[in-house]
């Protein structure tokens, strides 16, 4: 059964501190040390050093580049996708360099960015290897109840002096994400973008309740004297009994009765390709008798924006309502298996150690095509053979 991971950001989050955290936890360095070489980066070590912040034992992770270079967000994401990594580290990294492209994006008011130190190799390394110590350690949920993002710190970049406590780029980030943020006073940058591009690739903001079976801390550079520079990860199970994990997501809704029932049901399906959580139609009754339809879909709040520009582009309508929710979820995982029909994905669910499996529909109609059968015959067919 995959992991639960709760980030503790009291004293902020940076990508090597990431890392560092999830060594401490556990996760396999040489792991992420191989993951790495596929990436075909200049030459670079890492390593990790056991140091104290504030009277927390923690680990620090020691990076050192032969030859820097900077990439732009097109280049990175053609390194991870050659690259000879597992698909959801692909996925997970890939999030993060859409992430950070999109905080850089925002804070320089331009769609091409130039990320300069964010675009680095040691950027690379604690982007892509951190979501290679998440999947050595098996982490399938992460959640973040509150990052500590510090006050009234300036650092002098290329582009002269900007607050760094977040940065801009950094607070764009975590504002889009949907996290809550701390405020406190502080004398370094607590969150760096890289640092927030990883939480918000995998971690959804809020509270989770599990019994934790490790945990670790990642240490930053600095040591100053009024808080422990460090970040923590708590790494276990959902608890019997307790409370699902749960996620701020958006409804969205518009109601429209000039649009045939072919192209709201292609707009439904776009919505559905573009990730939203779900999609649907519902008959409605207008002003004077008018019939119409109310197209509905559940999205992840930090990307309410983009599906409403979505539902105004595939159908007429001239606005869209927005509702918050908050979602409790089982956790679930996406399988393939071998049955007597083919090879088959099924959708498994996993709530307090029971688990549902149900075959996804696409595959159960394709093999009812291949075979000659109806899709009624298939789907009695796989359930059986599933258990489900």
Known sequence: MSSTLVFDCFSGIAGDMTIAALVDAGASLDAVRAGLDTLGLPPFTIGTTAVTRGGIRALHLDVTVERERTYRPAEMRELVARAALPDRVKARATAAIDWLARGESLAHDTPDPHLHEAGGVDAMVDLVGAML??????????????????????????????????????????????????????????????????????????????????????????????????????????????????????????????????????????????????????????????????????????EEGRFAALFLAETTTLGVRALPYRRYEAARRIETVATSLGPVRVKVSDWQGRERRSPEFEDVKALAKARGLTALEVQRQLERELGS
């Open 133 to 302: 110590a998440l999947e050595d350690l098996d982490v399938g949920d992460a959640c973040c109840p509150v990052v500590t993002v510090g006050a009234g710190t300036i650092a002098r970049t290329e582009h002269g002096p900007i607050p760094a406590a977040p940065g801009p780029a950094a607070a764009h980030i975590l504002q889009e994400a949907g996290f809550a943020l701390r405020f406190v006073e502080a004398s370094h940058e607590l969150v760096t973008p890289t640092g927030a591009a990883i939480l918000a690739a995998v971690a959804r903001p809020g509270p989770a309740v599990i019994i934790p079976l490790r945990h670790g801390a990642g240490a930053g550079t600095s040591d100053p004297p009024n808080r422990p520079n460090a970040l923590r990860v708590f790494i276990g199970t959902a608890a019997a009994g307790g409370v699902a994990p749960s996620r701020e997501v958006v409804g969205l809704e518009a109601n429209i009765d000039d649009m045939p029932a072919t192209l709201l049901a292609h707009a439904r399906d776009r919505l559905m390709e573009e990730g939203a959580l779900d999609a649907w139609l519902e008959p409605i009754g207008m002003k004077k008798g008018r019939a119409a339809h109310k197209l509905c879909a559940l999205v992840p709040a930090a």
